[in-house]
C-alpha cells in the first residue's frame, strides 16, 4: 500500500512539473523580444530581357520584433528575404536596394506580427546583365572500336548539331560549343541509334533548347581495295632536269561493300617535294587528294628516289 502511495505522490509531481515547464514555456513565447537573424537574399521579379548574375551580399542581418511564437519559425531553418527588384533604382548594370528609398518597401514583406526593426546593411547591388539567345554548337565525345570488317564511312549525325542557349550575354560571348557525355562502343557491326546527353558547363543562369541528343551512325561492312595512282614530282628548280622512281604508287584503301563504286586514279593525288638536303636523294611522297567515300588510306611505300640528270 505504501507503493502505491508513493507512486500517486510521484505522478502529482511529474504533472506539477509539466505544468511548471508548460507554462514557463508559453510565457516566454508570448513575450515580445527583438531579436537578430540572418535572412538569405533572394531577388524576384526581376525584367525578362534581364537577368541577375551576381549580388553584393547573399545574405543580411535583420532585427525583428516580435513574440517567440512568431520569432521560432525563423530558428529551424535559414530564413529568405526576397527583395522585388522592379522597386529598385537601374544604375549602369546593378539594381540598388538602400536604406533610405527601400526600407519601408521591405517592412511590407512581414505580417502584423513581426515588425522589422533594422537591416544589417545601407545598400545592396544586384548585378545584371542583358538576357540574350546564341545558338551553340555541339561536340559529341563518342568513341567507336568496330568489329573486323566493318567501318562508318559517313560522318556521324547529331540531331541536333546546335543548341540554342539562353543566359547573361557576358557568359554566352565565351561560350564556343557544348560536349555531350562520354560514350564508347566495342565491337560494333551495324549501325547505332541512341540518345546523347549534355553536359552543363556549370554556368549559373543558362537555359538550354535541347538537354539530349539523338546520335546516328551508319556501320558499312567494307573490302579493301587497291589501286596504281601516278606521282607528282615538284621540284624547286626549273634548271635542273630529273628522273625519280617509281612513277607509280600503290594505294590501299577501304570502301563500303553497299556503296561500293569503280574507284578512278584521277580521284587521287600523290605528289612528292624534291628535298635536296635528303640522303641519297629519297623524298617522300604524300597523298594530297583521295575520294571522300573511302577511309584508311595508306601507301604501300612513301620513298621516292630522285635522279638529277647533268
Same mark, same amino acid.
Given at each position: 500500500m505504501k507503493f502505491f502511495s508513493n507512486k500517486g505522490k510521484l505522478n502529482v509531481y511529474i504533472a506539477f512539473l509539466l505544468l511548471a515547464i508548460t507554462t514557463s514555456v508559453v510565457g516566454k513565447l508570448s513575450s515580445e523580444y527583438d531579436r537578430d537573424i540572418t535572412f538569405n537574399l533572394t531577388p524576384v521579379d526581376f525584367p525578362t530581357d534581364k537577368i541577375i548574375y551576381n549580388q553584393s551580399h547573399d545574405s543580411v542581418v *535583420?532585427?525583428?520584433?516580435?513574440n517567440g511564437f512568431n520569432l521560432a519559425k525563423y530558428y529551424f531553418s535559414k530564413p529568405e528575404m526576397k527583395i522585388s527588384v522592379k522597386k529598385l533604382k537601374e544604375i549602369k548594370n546593378y539594381f540598388l536596394w538602400n536604406q533610405k528609398e527601400n526600407f519601408s518597401d521591405?517592412? *511590407? @514583406?512581414?505580417?502584423? /506580427?513581426? +515588425? #522589422? *526593426? /533594422?537591416?544589417?546593411?545601407?545598400?545592396?547591388?544586384?548585378?545584371?546583365?542583358?538576357?540574350?539567345? !546564341? !545558338?551553340? =554548337?555541339? !561536340? +559529341?565525345?563518342?568513341?567507336?572500336?568496330?568489329?573486323s570488317g566493318y567501318e562508318n564511312f559517313k560522318i556521324p549525325v547529331l540531331i541536333p548539331d546546335s543548341v540554342v542557349v539562353t543566359g547573361p550575354k557576358e557568359l554566352l560571348s565565351d561560350l564556343k560549343y557544348l560536349e555531350t557525355d562520354s560514350v564508347n562502343f566495342e565491337k560494333i557491326n551495324s549501325d547505332i541509334k541512341f540518345n546523347l546527353n549534355l553536359i552543363n558547363p556549370d554556368l549559373d543562369n543558362l537555359i538550354f533548347s535541347d538537354n539530349s541528343l539523338e546520335y546516328l551512325l551508319e556501320v558499312d561492312q567494307y573490302t579493301e581495295e587497291t589501286i596504281k595512282v601516278p606521282v607528282n614530282v615538284l621540284f624547286n628548280s626549273d634548271n635542273s632536269k630529273f628522273n625519280y622512281y617509281?612513277?607509280? #604508287?600503290?594505294?590501299?584503301? @577501304? &570502301?563500303?561493300?553497299? $556503296?561500293?563504286?569503280?574507284?578512278? =586514279?584521277? $580521284?587521287?593525288? &600523290? +605528289?612528292?617535294?624534291? $628535298?635536296? @638536303? /635528303?640522303? @641519297?636523294n629519297i623524298s617522300k611522297a604524300e597523298i594530297s587528294k583521295k575520294p571522300s567515300f573511302v577511309k584508311n588510306v595508306r601507301l604501300n611505300t612513301d620513298q621516292i628516289q630522285i635522279i638529277i640528270l647533268e
Open positions: *535583420l532585427k525583428l520584433r516580435a521591405t517592412k *511590407l @514583406n512581414f505580417g502584423s /506580427s513581426v +515588425e #522589422l *526593426l /533594422s537591416i544589417s546593411e545601407d545598400s545592396i547591388l544586384f548585378f545584371f546583365d542583358q538576357y540574350v539567345s !546564341k !545558338k551553340i =554548337p555541339v !561536340k +559529341e565525345n563518342v568513341n567507336v572500336n568496330f568489329e617509281p612513277k607509280e #604508287l600503290s594505294v590501299k584503301y @577501304n &570502301i563500303s561493300i553497299n $556503296d561500293y563504286i569503280e574507284v578512278n =586514279p584521277m $580521284d587521287f593525288k &600523290i +605528289e612528292c617535294v624534291y $628535298d635536296s @638536303n /635528303s640522303p @641519297n
